[in-house]
């Protein structure tokens, strides 16, 4: 079993201290951090046991670092959700619960640190606030709460052996490879060195990879996962790729690892938006993944629990079908929503409205009618995955079921 559990709440109420229990890890690694006694970086720690294995990311509370705690999120299969005793719920805790169930990330156990400074009472009355907290949010369930104070072995114990209980959430295991790049680092005698999170398929040694924002073919020397060289590394994993066939200054985080010819990138896509607040053409930043993009919003329509929007991009972003995102403004999270069209259509508006709908609703033969009445020369399915998260099997066989339609299975085109 591979299992990635990341850390989640309020400054200083013992997300690091608590990793540091659970399995030996000294989180803040960095000279400022130690300083300053607040994690500024993702950090990442793993906890083996009888061949079972947990990836620890730590992320920071700090109301400056968000981006970072989003880009570490991401590729949570399950939240550690930390609450002091003696606090309680804190602005960045009830900012991390907006993020978690933005990202869909459902499953959450709660450790209600420090309660060797609060009374039976008061953590009672602390496990009726997360509670409450938590049932605002539709796509977020407490599993367990569990009072710990790292004065106190036997609960920590009793944390570290449930966490060996959780399942994985269930992701595209045979889909097409997909890593952002969350640091970047080189190693004397191994060179150039990256780190991130499988989201989808994986990755082997020696296999060729494609950076779309470099816009380099690469190649994987070595595959390291929990500490560990390997000959593969799939989803659920945490893992660090020797790179070669590209510059150290080329590496930047966030940049999109993936196989070559999967994806395009367009300076404008579609989505639904989940916010408090969106106007039309307010500027946002556009969180996926490691990715933090500048970005001007769009609003299309509004329609119940959910707003139909257009971003623009300042550059070429490789996003996907069904790919979720938070938005930030003004240093705050106002929501984040999913993206539906990844491809860039030239629709009137009244039309993308339609196809939007299409598009959430999964209704591909629809969607797919919609298009072969844009495009009177024919439409491409070859970006199938990108477009709408299918394979080309899947695509050809909803393009059948699409009414007037004349399929070129060869070429993956369709015609009117």
Do not use: W
């Amino acid at each position: 079993m591979s299992l990635i559990i990341g850390t989640a709440g309020h400054i200083d109420h013992g997300k690091t201290a608590l990793i540091k229990e659970l399995n030996g890890f000294e989180g803040d690694r960095l000279e400022e951090e130690q300083k300053r006694g607040i994690t500024i970086d993702l950090s990442f720690s793993n906890l083996s046991k009888n061949g079972e294995n947990i990836a620890f990311i730590d992320v920071p509370g700090h109301e400056n670092l968000i981006k970072t705690m989003i880009s570490g999120a991401y590729g949570f299969d399950a939240c550690l959700f930390v609450v002091a005793a003696n606090d309680g719920l804190m602005p960045q805790s009830l900012e991390h619960l907006e993020v978690l169930n933005i990202l869909g990330v459902r499953s959450l156990v709660v450790a209600l640190t420090k309660c060797d400074l609060a009374s039976a009472e008061l953590i009672k009355q602390r496990k009726s606030e997360i509670y409450a907290a938590v049932q605002k949010y539709k796509n977020l369930q407490i599993l367990e709460i569990f009072p710990v104070s790292i004065k106190d072995s036997a609960s920590i114990d009793e944390l570290r052996n449930y966490l060996f209980t959780l399942k994985a959430a269930n992701r595209e295991q045979d889909g097409v490879f997909r890593y952002y790049i969350d640091r970047v680092f080189s190693l004397k005698g191994i060179g150039n060195v990256v780190t991130g999170t499988v989201i989808e398929g994986s990755v082997t040694k020696n296999e060729k990879l494609f950076n779309y924002d470099a816009g380099k073919e690469v190649q994987v020397r070595s595959v390291q996962s929990h500490d560990k060289f390997v000959d593969r590394a799939g989803v659920s994993s945490r893992v660090a790729l020797n790179l070669t066939g590209i510059e150290l200054g080329e590496l930047k985080k966030g940049q999109l690892l993936s196989k070559k010819g999967f994806f395009r990138g367009f300076r404008e896509i579609d989505a639904i938006v989940f916010a408090r607040e969106l106007t039309h053409g307010q500027s946002v930043t556009f969180c996926v993944g490691a990715k933090a993009a500048p970005a001007k919003a769009l609003v299309l329509s509004e329609k119940e629990g959910g707003i139909f929007a257009t971003f623009k991009f300042e550059r070429d972003m490789f996003l996907k079908f069904g790919e979720p995102f938070v938005l930030i403004a003004n240093g705050r999270v106002i929501g984040g929503g999913r993206v539906l069209n990844a491809v860039s259509e030239p629709m009137k508006k009244s039309s993308k409205i339609s196809f939007l709908n299409a598009l959430l609703k999964k209704d591909f033969v629809s969607a797919f009618a919609m298009l072969k009445d844009t495009h009177k020369n024919g439409f491409g399915i070859i970006s199938a995955y990108q477009r709408f998260g299918l394979n080309h099997e899947e695509a050809v066989a909803i393009a059948k079921q699409t009414p007037n339609v004349f399929v070129d299975e060869k070429a993956l085109n369709i015609y009117d």
